[in-house]
């Protein structure tokens, strides 16, 4: 007797990699960056294995800009990192002010100015 079969979910739109061990299926972020005025666009996304690792991506890319932007004097705390997916939908933000020490934030706002 045979069983009966239910019908398959949707299967989400991902990425297949593959791998020595046949193909896995592997979400693709894109983080885009805007300060309100200008959105610079991540055209080739990263496949990560989830939101979380997405996250700690964006935070790494906030922290190397932050590390430019001192050493200019430069305030780019209106910045930030909006997670994306592959249907262009906002997973997750980023803001920059929130990647630094407050105290650390401060003192860059006072030498900027």
Do not use: C, N
């Not at 800009?65 to 906002?90: E, K, P």
């Amino acid at each position: 007797m045979s069983r009966p079969t239910l019908p398959k979910p949707p299967t989400p739109r991902l990425s297949t990699s593959s791998t020595g061990y046949g193909s896995r299926r592997i979400p693709r972020f894109f983080l885009h960056s805007e300060d309100g005025t200008q959105r610079i666009e991540d055209t080739e996304g990263s496949e990560l294995p989830d939101v979380a690792a997405a996250r700690q991506e964006a935070l790494k890319a906030a922290r190397q800009l932050w590390a430019a932007a001192i050493l200019d004097y430069r305030d780019i705390s209106m910045r930030r990192f909006l997670i994306v997916d592959v249907d262009d939908d906002v997973i997750d933000t980023v803001a920059m002010d929130k990647t630094l020490p407050a105290g650390l934030l401060g003192r860059l706002r006072r030498r900027s100015h």
